[in-house]
Nanobody
Framework: QVQLVESGGELVQAGGSLRLSCVAS??????????MGWFRQAPGKEREFVAA????????SYANAVKGRFTISREKAENTVYLQMTKLKPEDTALYSC????????????????????WGRGTQVTVSS
């Protein structure tokens, strides 16, 4: 099993920046390679893809709504993935969750919810206007 714990969410003004972190732990977290992603869910809306990064870190993918403003990165030695968010907008307000996929191709940045094995509980990001 892999446990994912997110942190870094808070209330921020529009135009501001935040960095979210997601740490993976558990009996298999350090033994296997896994693709990672960030998703978000706003109240009354479905969960949506935000960003993803491949096992080797060479490939990333972003939702159009965040492209150019958000950056996903990872530190494999620390089993941590980050989401740097800049130029935040009120419409970015949501619960942000990270996800992990064991057994993904090393080159794959996965964008679909069902492709992931494990999920964190999320960290709340609120952007005020």
């Amino acid at each position: 099993q892999v446990q994912l714990v997110e942190s870094g969410g808070e209330l921020v003004q529009a135009g501001g920046s935040l960095r979210l972190s997601c740490v993976a732990s558990g009996s298999t977290a350090s033994d296997y390679d896994y693709a990672m992603g960030w998703f978000r869910q706003a109240p009354g809306k479905e969960r949506e893809f935000v960003a993803a990064i491949s096992i080797d870190g060479a490939r990333t993918s972003y939702a159009n709504a965040v492209k150019g403003r958000f950056t996903i990165s990872r530190e494999k030695a620390e089993n941590t993935v980050y989401l740097q968010m800049t130029k935040l907008k009120p419409e970015d307000t949501a619960l942000y969750s990270c996800a992990a996929k064991l057994g993904a191709p090393f080159w794959a940045a996965l964008t679909l919810t069902y492709e992931y094995n494990y999920w964190g509980r999320g960290t709340q990001v609120t952007v005020s206007s």
